[in-house]
């Protein structure tokens, strides 16, 4: 159970194009989501938070403009990168909690990788 | 501000060595620590949650010790194989929300 997953694992676009990547939860409901951003041999670090049927709240430092986060289902966030350029090349996870268990606990799923060409 | 430090950033072992993976933070206010795995290329793998009110979690070869006061967690690898090469990630959860991750430790078991 608490399966996550993220399509499409990998995408390549070109500069100033905008690119969708969405998070499914697939066996259990989640109103909160969570999305991660990691570069080459680097930690995860959270951009943004996203709760089902509200406005996402950004970490510091993030542009809410350029990463569109959208959580219009219990069961769907998506992260949508516009106007991208070769420096939002990166991996981006994103995890989701289990409102049926009402528990803490974050299940990731396997990991977008985007490259700007 | 929570900072999560790991040490060593990497590490080389022969097939068959216990070992000791290290992670500290800052704030003691916790929630809990969890230990992730994360192979190249993918996602995370949950591997032990400790709560704060805990002291340790183990899973088959796998054993979390967490002494909050000090800011401090390890994680106890025994009988290294090399399926366990991997990138070992520690992450503390701040306000039940936020996880915060160190940079992580990359293991090599060498056959």
Same mark, same amino acid.
């Given at each position: 159970?608490?399966?996550?997953?993220?399509?499409?694992?990998?995408?390549?676009?070109?500069?100033?194009?905008?690119?969708?990547?969405?998070? +499914?939860?697939?066996?259990?409901?989640?109103?909160?989501?969570?999305?991660? +951003?990691?570069?080459?041999?680097?930690?995860?670090?959270?951009?943004?938070?996203?709760?089902?049927?509200?406005?996402?709240?950004?970490?510091?430092?993030?542009?809410?403009d350029?990463?569109?986060?959208?959580?219009?289902?219990?069961?769907?966030?998506?992260?949508?990168?516009?106007?991208?350029?070769?420096?939002?090349?990166?991996?981006?996870?994103?995890?989701? +909690?289990? +409102?049926?268990?009402?528990?803490?606990?974050?299940?990731f799923?396997?990991?977008?990788r985007?490259t700007v060409? | 501000?929570?900072?999560?430090?790991?040490?060593?950033?990497?590490?080389?072992?022969?097939?068959?060595?216990?070992?000791?993976?290290?992670?500290?933070?800052?704030?003691?206010?916790?929630?809990?620590? !969890?230990?992730?795995? !994360?192979?190249?290329?993918?996602?995370?793998?949950?591997l032990?949650?400790?709560?704060?009110?805990?002291?340790?979690?183990?899973s088959?070869?796998?054993?979390?010790?967490?002494?909050?006061?000090?800011?401090?967690?390890?994680?106890?690898?025994?009988?290294? !194989?090399?399926?366990?090469?991997?990138?070992?990630?520690?992450?503390?959860?701040?306000?039940?929300?936020?996880?915060?991750?160190? !940079?992580?430790?990359?293991?090599?078991?060498?056959?």
């Open positions: 159970g608490a399966v996550v997953s993220q399509h499409p694992s990998r995408v390549i676009c070109k500069s100033g194009t905008s690119v969708k990547i969405e998070c +499914r939860s697939l066996d259990f409901q989640a109103t909160t989501m969570f999305w991660y +951003r990691q570069f080459p041999k680097q930690s995860l670090m959270l951009m943004a938070t996203s709760n089902e049927g509200s406005k996402a709240t950004y970490e510091q430092g993030v542009e809410k350029k990463f569109l986060i959208n959580h219009a289902s219990l069961t769907l966030s998506t992260l949508t990168v516009t106007s991208a350029h070769p420096e939002d090349s990166s991996f981006y996870i994103c995890s989701a +909690r289990d +409102r049926g268990t009402g528990g803490i606990e974050q299940y799923g396997p990991g977008t985007l060409t | 501000k929570q900072e999560v430090t790991q040490i060593p950033a990497a590490l080389s072992v022969p097939e068959g060595e216990n070992l000791v993976l290290n992670c500290s933070f800052t704030d003691s206010a916790i929630y809990n620590l !969890q230990w992730f795995r !994360q192979d190249p290329g993918k996602g995370l793998t949950s032990l949650l400790i709560q704060s009110s805990q002291r340790e979690q183990t088959g070869r796998l054993n979390a010790s967490l002494d909050k006061s000090s800011g401090r967690s390890t994680l106890y690898i025994a009988a290294s !194989q090399p399926g366990d090469s991997a990138t070992y990630l520690c992450a503390v959860l701040q306000g039940a929300q936020k996880l915060v991750f160190g !940079q992580g430790t990359r293991l090599t078991i060498n056959p």
